[in-house]
Every structure is written in C-alpha cells, then in structure tokens.
C-alpha cells in the first residue's frame, strides 16, 4: 500500500519562501511520476507541477517561474519550493503518485495547508 505524506505547509508573507516536501513509501518511487497539486476554498483542485521518472517537468502557468518541483529518489521524496508567494498560492497542496509516466493517478496525500497573507 502506497503512503504520501506531505508536509512542510504554513503561514508565510507575501513575497515569502515554503518547501513542501512528499515523502512516499510502498513503491518503487525512482519509477513513478509525482505531481503536485492544490485546492482552494470554493475552486477545483488543479495541478500545479508535475515530474516524470526521468527528471521532466511541467507548471502550471500561474506558478512558472516561482515554483520548481524535484525529486530526491534516494530518500522518496518530491519537493515543490515555492517563491514569491501570493496571497492567490493560498490552498491546500497535495501530491498524488503516477503509475510509470502514465496519467493515472495511483496515490493521494492527505495535504498540507499553505496560507499566504498580504
């Protein structure tokens, strides 16, 4: 049974710095794809950056160029550090676990909860 736990969540100024973390157990992690995703009150969840096996990337266009997304496979883990917060970034942020490089979303994290003020 996969596991995905996030954290790393919190309040944080405008303008601030988080790093969430996800950590995985239960799978091969080296061989599946991770993305990142958030909800906010009242929105649909949306992606927010993804990683394949192979180290590729891809962001949602709102966050491209504050956000980057990573992979420590040693330690089955994928990061998302987030810059230059703004108060729209507030959500709650959760991973979910690919199967391979397919969209199949095979695994969930419960989420962890960012807070930006203004």
């Known amino acids: 049974q996969v596991q995905l736990v996030e954290s790393g969540g919190g309040l944080v100024q405008a303008g601030g710095s988080l790093r969430l973390s996800c950590a995985a157990s239960g799978s091969i992690f080296s061989k599946n794809a991770m993305n990142w995703y958030r909800q906010a009150p009242g929105k649909q969840r949306e992606l927010v950056a993804a990683?394949?096996?192979?180290?590729?990337?891809n962001y949602a266009d709102s966050v491209k160029g504050r956000f980057t997304i990573s992979r420590d496979n040693a330690k089955n883990t994928v990061y998302l550090q987030m810059n230059s917060l703004k108060p729209e970034d507030t959500a709650v942020y959760y991973c979910?676990?690919?199967?391979?490089?397919?969209?199949?979303?095979?695994?969930w994290g419960q989420g962890t909860q960012v807070t930006v003020s203004s």
């Open positions: 990683i394949t096996s192979g180290g590729s990337t």
């Open positions: 979910a676990q690919r199967r391979g490089n397919s969209e199949f979303l095979s695994s």
